[in-house]
């Protein structure tokens, strides 16, 4: 983990250095750890905008961190955001309470990224950013552009399990949600 | 929407026509009457306007305001509309200015609104500019009163509105100072667009009956006690409440006790440190939603605390912006802990994740009912405060004030 000083800084929360945005050469090695990153990041949206909800937080480490903010609150160096969990169980407990608790009306997502930009880490660990709209379906077919933005995801790649999300910040570019955020993104 | 239609019910607060929510020349009134009437709205916190020469935008209302704190640390507040062609003067949301420039034709402001220079005034070469005689300050921005309490800046366009701890009344004023009890560090924000009228936002927040009704998340997860001690509070105007509980726990112990004893029978949090608190005010109450008249929120739900404000963009289509805080004085671990309590509140909070809905099912409903009542008569007919929440008090409050401003 970073520094807990700078953990909210704009500087990690993009976790890639901009220079490395710029085209590279690509060795066999990137090939096969970009179609990883680009699959888990494939069945991560489809378990979401197939209401396979119950799955979601398996696509996390038990001691994962996951923080929905906007890029305003990411600017000013501030740590609050929309979700925040810093657990696989508290990923279940969202679930859970989405279906048996909260009240809200019949809705689904439907995710869209674009490729992710990648960079190795130590330990194993991948750094991606991923774009990423979502438009929402209502149960009355009314479809809007809900959210757009971006995924700053560190990764495990270990040869011996599943991929999965370490640490996932959900920054979404507007700080304004249309009624309420209850589906995960 | 004809004047006869605007007879208020003989039963009084205790019945609210639709129309109030549906009646667009209602709106149009009510900017005028509510919120450039003798009301106090909350602005901002002093902790977003952290140095001299800064400035933020806000609203009353519909209507565009400029807060700003100058070189010598002054507050003032102003309409967001320039003299002269009517543009917005400030098109961010927050900056540093030693003053303010319109960017349509670059006229000139001080950090208090007044006009201090028009650009070619007495034109170029001898041609053009203004005549001698012109009045370019002839309808200025408008300047607001502002008062500050405990760092929550409040504004008001209308000379009549009395001081604003009388407005508040003394146990707002209590309630206040309790929850504000240090400097203030803003921790995050984010709005919400809500499908409403503003007013059923208002009474969603001062309906302290459908807590427990509508959020079925402490419930569900089997952390509400029906024992917990808490009661409303209501100023005598009417328009500004309190509804407080007493926190079922101390210290976070009992809600794991819980947690483990209700997850062995599949109900309980898997994580019921999501929750853990501690009693920062030393005084056990967990939970305090505090309204003033018209539009502002200040929440403390265990150690999470935010403002709340509305900003009315139309008659069925209302911002409410967020901004959540602590105190300058929080360790690591107290962040720690707000951070946490946050997935309580705002879009996608726990609890008040239905307030966003809520208002947009009887919006939808009501639109076709304009000549039907509901009907407001849980805890009585009156205004009065209570020691139970099972009381619709504080809505007949809103109501009550509401009318007076609107003289119906």
Redesign the interface.
Known sequence: MPK?GDRFSEKHALGLDPKNHAPTKISAMDVETTFKVQDLLARYIQALDHDRLEDWPDFFTDSCRYL???A??LA?G??????????R??L???VR?LR??????AQRYRHMIAPPVIERGEGGIVRAQTSFMVVRIMHTGETMMFVTGRYDDRILLDDADTPRFVEKTVVLDS????????IPI | MTVAVRQWPAEGVARVPYWVYSDRDLFADEQARVFRGPTWNFLCLEAELPKPNTYRTSAVGAMPVVVTRDNDGKLSAFENRCAHRGSLLCINERGEARDIVCVYHNWSYDLAGNLTAVAFRKGMGGKGGMPADARPDENPPRKLRVETLCGLVFGTLDSNTPPLEAYLGPEIVKGIRRVMRAPVR??????????SNWKLYMENVKDSYHASL?H??F???RLNRLTQKGGLVISETGGNHISYSFAADTGGKEYEKAGMRAAQEGFG???PE?LAHVDEYGDGIGLQILSVFPTFVLQQTRNSLAVRRLVTHGLEKT?LVWT?FGFTDDD?AM?ER???Q??LI?????IS??D??AP?FVQRAVNSASDVLSVVEMGGRGITSDDTRVTEAAVRGFWTFYRAQMGF
């Open positions: 807990s929905v903010t906007t305003d609150n000013q501030m740590p609050i955001g929309m979700i925040y969990a810093t657990s169980a508290m279940r407990d969202r309470s048996d608790a909260n009240v809200y009306e700080r304004q949600i249309d009624t309420l955020l209850a | 803003v921790l995050g924000g984010y709005s919400q667009m809500l499908a509508l079925t998340f419930t569900t997860f949090l898997e994580a999501v911002e959540i690591e962040t707000r951070m946490r946050a997935n705002g879009p996608a909070g726990y994740m239905e966003g809905a947009g």
